[in-house]
């Protein structure tokens, strides 16, 4: 605990100090400016971007994920941390050899014929070389940064620490529920961290695309792949965001843009599963068209249940059916106690009445996001990480398949998917007709048992407070204050009575006790 401790403060001041060269006060000012709570005109928002750059891995990963909350987030602050390059410098190759020993020891050139030094590729969570397998194959040789693991838990544990000190200094920050987004951050690290995780996220999207022509995922050979060590196949081919070179090679941009699209789309509405980082750096094409996408640590799920909500959402906008929309923020869960339901439901009809009349190909994908995540914002709505993911994927894919071609508009390959799926809409909506129908029948047997449970046994009732345990915290605090006071007053008579009675020395050492609990008392009163 003590050598936590000491850690945890090594770490501060590390931050502390690159924050002060950057013109920054302290990490409590640079978190006010990061989330909006301040405004400072000469903080211009790429120099908070530049800091998380420099923090390390930890916080650049916290900056992408804030990148998809414009709930919390300043949109200002956001179009800077879209940018963030998760290019980091790269770790001694020396590390990378003790690291490749450490997983496979003496195994290591049974396996590997040769390692390049140099590796082609460095970002926060890992830096990639190139490998030869003995068996002849060209491989990707991904390792994990040394000690990435307790960075994360020490980044997370300051970062759970400045937002406690947050929220009990300024008014409404609990509004924020930023350590939800502290606790989202470690979690989804950690995750991406953990290579074992990544190799079942390929087999997902292997058996999911494997017999899907013109799109692929690199091999991943398991059997020699560890926590630390990620071994793939070598993609060669060409980034896609290169279109001049795809052109030169006799590859049809446009082309390339609607089958990408078609992909994605089949990851969101058909598998429910998706590669939540379409960026250009993850996505390359092969000479005979083929488009590879790489790097599966961060991937998003979409249950039946919400795929369903999707969906509803869909015929509410084309129906203009209010309820119907209403059901979607419900099923997410994101109404607050702060959202005016008056506000709420003339937004959302102007939102409806907005899209109503369009087709899906006269829909800007864009447009109609930034709408969204404004409405969100608005009416005070809690933005669920599904949304939130699903969200920055769309205009991460939308940016990668205008670049392929500008006048490219992926909601007018929508309409495929959506058709398609609609007939399973229909099958689950006679589902749940039929559920329904179950449910009337066996009512009214139900109402019996209710009735006699109501006259012959006893209920109870549970009354749960809200904010219930932010008071018990409160009070404990409190109680605690006041402990140490009367512990530091009882002392300090103490010594005086023992001073008196002539027992000097057992005096002076309660006199001390009582100097060191009255710094406690002091400290625990002015700091919390």
Partial sequence: MFKKKIKLAKRAKEISLTLS???FYNIYEYFKLLFGIEVDPEAKPRKIREALEKLGPSFIKLGQILSTRPDIVPVYIIDELIKLQDRVAPFDY???QQILERNYGDRLWEIFDHIEKEPIASAS?????????????KVAVKVRRPELEELIQLDSELMYMVVD???RHLKNIKEFNLKGVIHQFKRTTLQEADFTIEAQNIKIFQENFKNYPGFKVPHCFYDISTSEVLITEFIEGTKISDVETLKRKGLDPVDIARRLTDAYFKMVFKDGVYHADPHPGNLFVQDDGTIVAIDFGMIAFLSKTKKKYFFDYIIAVTTL????????YEGFNMFTP???????ESDLQFFLEKYH??????????????DIIGFIKENHLRLPTDIAYLGKAALNLEGTVRKLDPTFNPTERLKNFVGTSTKDYIIEKAYEVRDAA??????????EHIYRLLIRERITYQIVFKDLEDLQKFYKLQTGKIAFAVLFVGLLISSALFYMAGKETLGGIILVISFFIGLISFYRVFRF
């Fill in 357 to 370: 009349n369009k087709r899906l190909d006269e829909i800007n994908l864009r447009e109609m996001i930034e």
């Fill in 94 to 96: 020396q590390i990378v």
């Fill in 125 to 137: 969570i890992s830096q990639v070389h190139v490998g030869y397998l003995k068996t002849g194959e």
């Fill in 21 to 23: 060269k950057l013109g």
């Fill in 438 to 447: 179950e449910l009337a029948f066996y009512l009214i047997f139900k109402l």
């Fill in 321 to 328: 059916d209010l309820n119907l929309a209403i059901q979607f």
């Fill in 165 to 167: 000190f947050l929220e």
């Fill in 338 to 344: 702060y959202t005016d339901f008056n506000n709420f």
